[in-house]
């Protein structure tokens, strides 16, 4: 499943072939949040606070644990492919597990965001490992979160 959203991802960000358009000041809309025994679904929203400078809230859900996610991320245009822009950041998540404690992790993230013109929605995919923080719960290299949002302008 992980590698089938990961070519579904990829081959949207990178049909550059469409043109695109890049001016949305928010997006708010669905999100998955993919760990190597986990997956989170729910509720995703970023807010762009200049060009570059963007704020993401992430909400996810699945049996007996929720996740809850504040990243920070540069966002920059690829050049000659408008519409599609390459970000990176950071931040901190909890995961709310029922029965133990929660677990406090750092999330890097690299990743891409694409905007069709005349679409209202917007496309990102990211690679986003976790860094736990807290005694309990175990690093995980290989997590990727997917979004499609509405945008606003």
Same mark, same amino acid.
């Given at each position: 499943?992980?590698?089938?959203?990961?070519?579904?991802?990829?081959?949207?960000?990178?049909?550059?072939?469409?043109?695109?358009?890049?001016?949305?000041?928010?997006?708010?809309?669905?999100?998955?949040?993919?760990?190597?025994?986990?997956?989170?679904? /729910? *509720?995703? &929203?970023?807010?762009?606070?200049?060009?570059?400078?963007?704020?993401?809230?992430? +909400?996810?859900?699945? #049996? =007996?644990?929720?996740?809850?996610?504040?990243?920070?991320?540069?966002?920059?245009?690829?050049? /000659? *492919?408008? &519409?599609?822009?390459?970000?990176?950041?950071?931040?901190?998540?909890?995961?709310? +597990?029922?029965?133990? #404690? =929660?677990?406090?992790?750092?999330?890097?993230?690299?990743?891409?965001?694409?905007?069709?013109? /005349?679409?209202?929605?917007?496309?990102?995919?990211?690679?986003?490992?976790?860094?736990?923080?807290?005694?309990?719960?175990?690093?995980?290299?290989?997590?990727?979160?997917?979004?499609?949002?509405?945008?606003?302008?």
């Amino acid at each position: 499943m992980k590698k089938l959203l990961f070519a579904f991802g990829m081959v949207v960000l990178c049909s550059t072939a469409i043109k695109a358009q890049t001016n949305y000041r928010a997006a708010l809309g669905l999100g998955i949040d993919l760990y190597d025994n986990a997956t989170f679904f /729910g *509720a995703t &929203g970023k807010y762009f606070f200049s060009d570059n400078h963007v704020g993401q809230a992430d +909400l996810g859900f699945e #049996d =007996n644990a929720t996740i809850a996610t504040i990243l920070y991320s540069f966002h920059k245009e690829i050049v /000659g *492919a408008r &519409g599609l822009r390459w970000y990176a950041g950071v931040g901190p998540s909890i995961i709310f +597990l029922k029965y133990t #404690d =929660n677990i406090f992790a750092l999330r890097p993230h690299l990743g891409m965001d694409f905007k069709v013109d /005349g679409v209202p929605f917007v496309v990102n995919f990211d690679w986003r490992p976790s860094v736990v923080l807290s005694e309990v719960g175990e690093n995980e290299v290989g997590a990727f979160g997917f979004g499609l949002q509405f945008a606003f302008d």
